[in-house]
């Protein structure tokens, strides 16, 4: 009974590079910001047309052993965090939480059943199984360059293929997930914007934190992790997201990996994610 009862409350966490995360109990999956393509830095810089390469998402999936999904969610429409929202969403009937930003370039992907968009809003909370998904918008900072690039929104569909800038960034959010008394913090972004008791009032046994663009790392650190009371902390958006995907990553130019880790001391645990791998929380 009690190992009954235990199976049905451990999550499967599984990163697929950038901030693809998927998140997997007995019964469902939830998978954040699905991007498996990766076009190269030359693609953007010659304003060459991207679209999703369906087959490696497809066979990349099958290596992951990725068989469901029932919800995608997607932090922000920028092309790296959107890109394959559409083969996702078809190969598992799933339904993809966004702005009408990400509607449209889901649709201009491809997307089959229009009836499983779903508009996101600040302060939302949607179930998913057991899992509970709270909405959470970020402001704008326009220090931080990474939000900055490619901002606006697509009011209209994006037909694939279209150039990497064209994928706006319609809006950041975050995801704070409860699932039974298991509490994970999906921070995709390192933007600090609210203040500390924001953080205090929804702590977090699991964070998966983006750490390209941030601050310094003491801002991440003091004002985003440790107010969370986060016991472990899995980085995020530190790999060349320029290269194919690949179970080994090479870090992005300036992201800095080791320093972040070095910066945190034995305050928490780092653990540093390899792609595919099944973690369980
Ligand atoms: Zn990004």
């Keep these: ?45 010659f304003f060459k047309n991207i679209s999703s390469n369906k087959k490696l998402v497809d066979r990349w999936l099958a290596s992951f052993n990725i068989d469901k999904t029932d919800a995608i969610f997607v932090s922000h429409s920028h092309a790296d965090h959107s890109l394959d929202t559409a083969s996702v969403a078809n190969k598992f009937n799933a339904k993809v939480y966004g702005t009408l930003s990400t509607h449209n370039i889901a649709i201009g992907g491809g997307m089959k059943n229009k009836k499983n968009l779903v508009l996101i809003e600040h302060g939302q909370k949607h179930r998913i199984g057991d899992f509970v998904v709270e909405v959470i ?25 279209a150039s990497y800038a064209s994928f706006k960034m319609g809006g950041a959010y975050v995801f704070y997930i409860m699932h039974k008394k298991k509490r994970i913090f999906y921070h995709p972004g390192a933007l600090t914007v609210y203040d500390k008791s924001f953080y205090r009032s929804r702590r977090s046994d699991h964070m998966f934190l983006g750490i390209a663009s941030r601050k310094s790392d ?43 880790i070095v910066s945190s001391g034995s305050r928490f645990n780092i653990i540093v994610p390899q792609v595919g791998e099944a973690i369980l929380l």
């Excluded at 190992?3 to 693809?20: D, F, V």
């Excluded at 918008?137 to 293929?161: C, D, M, R, T, Y």
Aim: aromatic share 10%; net charge negative.
């Design 1 to 45: 009974m009690l190992s009954a009862q235990l199976y049905a409350e451990q999550i499967t966490a599984k990163w697929t590079g950038i901030t693809g995360l998927h998140l997997s109990d007995a019964k469902n999956s939830i998978y954040f910001d699905p991007v498996i393509t990766r076009p190269s830095i030359w693609d953007i810089i």
């Design 137 to 161: 918008k970020l402001e704008h900072n326009p220090i931080i360059a990474n939000f900055q690039i490619f901002s606006g929104e697509n009011n209209e569909v994006l037909k694939q293929p």
């Design 218 to 260: 003491t801002d991440l650190i003091e004002n985003i992790i440790l107010p969370s009371g986060a016991k472990k902390v899995y980085p995020m958006h530190h790999d060349n997201f320029f290269k194919p995907l690949a179970r080994k990553v090479d870090d992005l130019w300036g992201v800095n990996l080791e320093q972040f």
